[in-house]
């Protein structure tokens, strides 16, 4: 995952300061996110198997208690060992985007160096195919790779690209996607519609990381832009739309977990919630003199 100018990684996630070198103050709209829960432990259970499987060392291992306990400690590192690829995959693919509409808007950019980055990883249908996309839609790029901020509810990201097509204003988040058995991009997760929507809640835009400058954002009125999910991938790119019927049910959905991330940052400085108690006193034996009768 790239990192923009005014985020760090924490202990609470990505966070967001106002300035370049400032106090980070609010979480990001993926930190925010990131709340919700996600079960990949069939995933990470069939990465694991897969790798063993396919160890060349396993045929020679049977019988060997210690050569088969290096294989299972080598798969047992293979879903981390996919998803940090996957993200650095990602990251290169979004560079290069970038970079794309940094041309087009006559800016300092380093496309070159990004396609060849792609194409020293055996990358290079990313890039092709993604050109095509952006020929066939007639993208008119505005401002890529723009950090917005919300201070009512509190949080800021960085949206992918804010661009023109086909006349109407379009906040875009690029996904960079496998491809499926059948040669096509993979589906996008619907947490995408979330983070669409909080990018058209967003408040302010900086204008100035450096010198602390943000602008009011003038893409949240009441005409909402476009807002698309779109999935690269070397078969293919495909934009879908996040249906405006489901925005409301989303945002609101994207409130709770902000509210559910203060909730654990309240809880991470209030000490143990949980200590130990004594049983009550034992209660003295009754006195037999006086008890007698």
Not at 41 to 50: I, K, N
Not at 101 to 121: F, I, K, V
Not at 196 to 225: F, N, Q, R, S, T
Request: glycine share 10%; with cysteine.
């Amino acid at each position: 995952m790239t990192t923009p100018a005014l985020a760090q990684q924490t202990d609470l996630g990505r966070m967001y300061a106002r300035t370049v070198g400032g106090p980070l103050e609010v979480p990001s709209i993926t930190t925010v996110i990131g709340q919700a829960a996600s079960d990949l432990t069939g995933w990470a259970g069939h990465m694991a198997a897969s790798a063993a499987v396919r160890d060349p060392r396993l045929a020679g291992a049977v019988g060997s208690p210690g050569q088969l306990t290096a294989i299972a400690r080598d798969a047992s590192r293979a879903a981390a060992a996919h998803r940090d690829g996957a993200a650095a995959r990602g990251d290169r693919v979004h560079h290069y985007c970038e970079q794309v509409a940094l041309r087009q808007l006559g800016r300092d950019h380093r496309l070159e160096e990004a396609r060849a980055a792609l194409e020293s990883h055996g990358e290079g249908a990313f890039a092709h195919r993604f050109d095509e996309w952006w020929a066939l839609y007639g993208v008119e790029p505005i401002a890529p790779e723009i950090t917005v901020w919300n201070h009512t509810v509190g949080y800021a990201g960085t949206l992918d690209l804010v661009a023109r097509i086909g006349g109407r204003i379009c906040l875009i988040d690029y996904k960079t996607k496998a491809t499926t058995r059948e040669g096509r991009a993979k589906p996008l997760d619907l947490k995408v519609v979330m983070q669409l929507v909080a990018g058209y809640k967003a408040e302010e835009m900086i204008v100035d990381p450096a010198g602390g400058a943000w602008e009011p954002w003038p893409y949240g009125g009441d005409e909402v832009p476009l807002l698309l999910g779109v999935a690269v991938s070397e078969a293919e790119v495909v934009a879908q739309q996040a249906q405006p019927a489901t925005l409301p049910t989303y945002w609101r959905k994207f409130w709770a977990l902000r509210q559910a991330w203060e909730a654990d940052r309240t809880l991470a400085g209030a000490g143990p919630a949980l200590r130990p108690i004594a049983p009550p006193p034992v209660a003295a034996a009754p006195d037999a003199s006086r008890t007698a009768t």
